[in-house]
């Protein structure tokens, strides 16, 4: 069992660390303040080849894998959450249920374009009264002959959808046969433009406000069905699949932040004084830091060992679930205690601090909460034991 990361990763590691130092971390609080998308910073991304990172090089992306992705990802979230969800959202939801469950037509089609930054992406499941439950889903699809064959009517609505606003092309969770509630959804690609789908209110949150979240409008919208992706009503068997590798994205984005947090604790508790010495000094702050890089070390390991999996082929289903529980854990806690150890000043806007804790809360909630993380990881351990 290899633990260090071959020569090309660690290059990788570097460059993306390199260009974050330049491009992401100057601007990163003025992108927060300002509460905008920093749409800026999309061509510079795909310039750096991570907007397609484990896309073939057929479909335009740079033909790397999982825990190449999880690289790119911790050292961009270290930067800026908000920039490292745009970029895990585009890459694990949108391109990688494309690549996953597209045809060739589909991935030559919109691939080459997401890869390039040319187009945004977003996934559409989330619905207001359908969170955890996907199967109470109410975005519905009804096919119909059109006058050019086949054709789907979708009328519905999508809440808390990452590039929201922002996206050109959106995949969308659509029930097709009701009765098999989630058994019974289809995935769909819509791009922008089309008659009766668009943005709708801007959520405001409580952190990661350089990241688009909006709800996402669908009235009337009729595709053909060469815009269906995948086998009608495998959506969500499908969903599974992409979740499995978004799980362990959201891992490597929350250790990222956790690291953030951790290192700006450290330089603080080196340099803030009391009592004669630097309180790194103290016992209490050195056991807050030795917890919290314990945590991140061990997260990291539980999200390249899925990553790793899903490179050689494995499902990943227990290890995903497992890396994105811990990680997000770890992470909240890291945050917490840079606050901590920054006392007065980590409650204030003036260190960027409060910032980290208020962007990480969201890596117990997305993709699956915690507790939708426990029992996907209880299901798997009595399967195993044939229970």
Same mark, same amino acid.
């Given at each position: 069992?290899?633990?260090?990361?071959?020569?090309?990763?660690?290059?990788?590691?570097?460059?993306?660390? +390199?260009?974050?130092? @330049?491009?992401?971390?100057?601007?990163?609080?003025?992108?927060?303040?300002?509460?905008?998308?920093?749409?800026?910073?999309?061509?510079?991304?795909?310039?750096?080849?991570?907007?397609?990172?484990?896309?073939?090089? @057929?479909?335009?992306?740079?033909?790397?894998?999982?825990?190449?992705?999880?690289?790119?990802?911790?050292?961009?979230?270290?930067?800026?959450?908000?920039?490292?969800?745009?970029?895990?959202?585009?890459?694990?939801?949108?391109? +990688?249920?494309?690549?996953?469950?597209?045809?060739?037509?589909?991935?030559?089609?919109?691939?080459?374009?997401?890869?390039?930054?040319?187009?945004?992406?977003?996934?559409?499941?989330?619905?207001?009264?359908?969170?955890?439950?996907?199967?109470?889903?109410?975005?519905?699809? =009804?096919?119909?002959?059109?006058?050019?064959?086949?054709?789907?009517?979708?009328?519905?609505?999508?809440?808390?959808?990452?590039?929201?606003?922002?996206? +050109?092309?959106?995949?969308?969770?659509?029930?097709?046969?009701?009765?098999?509630?989630?058994?019974?959804?289809?995935?769909? =690609?819509?791009?922008?433009?089309?008659?009766?789908? @668009?943005?709708?209110?801007?959520?405001?949150?409580?952190?990661?406000?350089?990241?688009?979240?909006?709800?996402?409008?669908?009235?009337?919208?009729?595709?053909?069905?060469?815009?269906?992706?995948?086998?009608?009503?495998?959506?969500?068997?499908?969903?599974?699949?992409?979740?499995?590798?978004?799980?362990?994205?959201?891992?490597?984005?929350?250790?990222?932040?956790?690291?953030?947090?951790?290192?700006?604790?450290?330089?603080?508790?080196?340099?803030?004084?009391?009592?004669?010495?630097?309180?790194?000094?103290?016992?209490?702050?050195?056991?807050?830091?030795?917890?919290?890089?314990?945590?991140?070390?061990?997260?990291?390991?539980?999200?390249?060992?899925?990553?790793?999996?899903?490179?050689?082929?494995?499902?990943?289903?227990?290890?995903?679930?497992?890396?994105?529980?811990?990680?997000?854990?770890?992470?909240?806690?890291?945050? +917490?205690?840079?606050?901590?150890?920054?006392?007065?000043?980590?409650?204030?806007?003036?260190?960027?601090?409060?910032?980290?804790?208020?962007?990480?809360?969201?890596?117990?909630?997305?993709?699956?909460?915690?507790?939708?993380?426990?029992?996907?990881?209880?299901?798997?351990?009595?399967?195993?034991?044939?229970?």
């Amino acid at each position: 069992m290899n633990f260090e990361l071959s020569q090309e990763q660690k290059i990788l590691q570097k460059t993306v660390r +390199d260009f974050c130092a @330049r491009e992401i971390i100057p601007k990163a609080a003025g992108w927060n303040e300002a509460g905008k998308f920093p749409h800026e910073i999309i061509a510079p991304l795909a310039g750096l080849g991570v907007l397609g990172i484990q896309i073939p090089e @057929r479909y335009g992306g740079t033909g790397m894998g999982m825990l190449d992705l999880s690289v790119a990802v911790e050292e961009i979230a270290r930067a800026d959450a908000s920039v490292g969800l745009t970029v895990a959202s585009h890459n694990l939801l949108c391109m +990688d249920h494309i690549y996953l469950a597209g045809n060739e037509e589909q991935r030559h089609k919109y691939l080459p374009r997401l890869s390039s930054g040319k187009s945004l992406g977003a996934w559409c499941l989330t619905e207001p009264d359908s969170g955890s439950d996907a199967g109470a889903a109410r975005t519905r699809a =009804i096919r119909r002959d059109g006058q050019n064959g086949a054709e789907w009517v979708l009328n519905g609505g999508k809440s808390f959808i990452t590039q929201g606003s922002v996206a +050109d092309v959106y995949v969308v969770l659509a029930s097709t046969t009701p009765a098999r509630k989630q058994k019974g959804l289809t995935a769909f =690609i819509l791009e922008k433009g089309t008659p009766g789908l @668009r943005p709708g209110r801007l959520v405001e949150k409580m952190g990661l406000w350089a990241s688009d979240t909006a709800d996402v409008v669908i009235e009337e919208v009729v595709v053909p069905d060469a815009q269906r992706l995948g086998q009608i009503d495998s959506g969500f068997f499908d969903t599974g699949k992409v979740l499995d590798r978004g799980r362990i994205g959201i891992g490597a984005w929350a250790i990222g932040i956790g690291r953030a947090a951790f290192e700006a604790a450290r330089t603080y508790a080196m340099q803030r004084v009391q009592f004669g010495k630097p309180i790194a000094e103290f016992q209490a702050i050195r056991t807050m830091l030795a917890d919290m890089a314990t945590g991140l070390d061990a997260a990291r390991l539980l999200v390249w060992r899925a990553a790793i999996m899903q490179d050689s082929g494995q499902r990943s289903t227990r290890e995903s679930s497992v890396a994105k529980y811990y990680a997000s854990q770890a992470a909240v806690r890291a945050c +917490d205690s840079a606050v901590q150890i920054h006392g007065g000043y980590g409650y204030t806007r003036e260190f960027p601090v409060e910032r980290y804790l208020r962007d990480v809360k969201l890596a117990e909630i997305g993709e699956g909460t915690s507790e939708i993380q426990k029992l996907v990881i209880a299901r798997e351990v009595l399967k195993a034991a044939g229970a």
